[in-house]
């Protein structure tokens, strides 16, 4: 059975920067794409990056680009997610999921793995 385990969560300071590590039992090319999520207090689960296996192209929500960057090391079967500039808005439980069908990256339902999350909070 596919797993993911995400690691990296913690707790800063406002600007300070994370990086997150999502570890698969597949090889990630398994799959068609893989991303991450976020739930912060009281919110919806929302996606915050992709990277699509085949291509390596990603894609990211408006309120983190230029700040985060999604990558991934295939020999390591790890998905990566560093995060720069961390404001308040980014505190939630960070989750790592994968997809082996197509559909829209944003569509939590479209993703069929996921991991059990990592908490990151940021403080001003």
């Known amino acids: 059975q596919e797993q993911l385990v995400e690691s990296g969560g913690g707790s800063v300071a406002v600007g300070g920067s994370l990086t997150l590590s999502c570890v698969s039992s597949?090889?990630?090319?398994?799959?068609?794409?893989m991303a991450w999520f976020r739930q912060g207090p009281g919110k919806e689960r929302e996606a915050v990056a992709v990277?699509?296996?085949?291509?390596?192209?990603?894609l990211y929500l408006r309120s983190v680009k230029s700040r985060f960057t999604i990558s991934r090391d295939k020999d390591k079967k790890t998905t990566f997610l560093r995060m720069d500039n961390l404001i308040p808005e980014d505190t939630g439980m960070y989750f790592c999921?994968?997809?082996?069908?197509?559909?829209?990256?944003?569509?939590?339902?479209?993703?069929?793995?996921w991991g059990q999350g990592t908490q990151v909070t940021v403080s001003a």
């Open positions: 597949e090889n990630t090319d398994t799959f068609h794409h």
């Open positions: 990277i699509y296996t085949g291509s390596d192209v990603t």
């Open positions: 999921a994968a997809s082996t069908a197509g559909g829209d990256w944003d569509f939590p339902p479209a993703y069929h793995v």
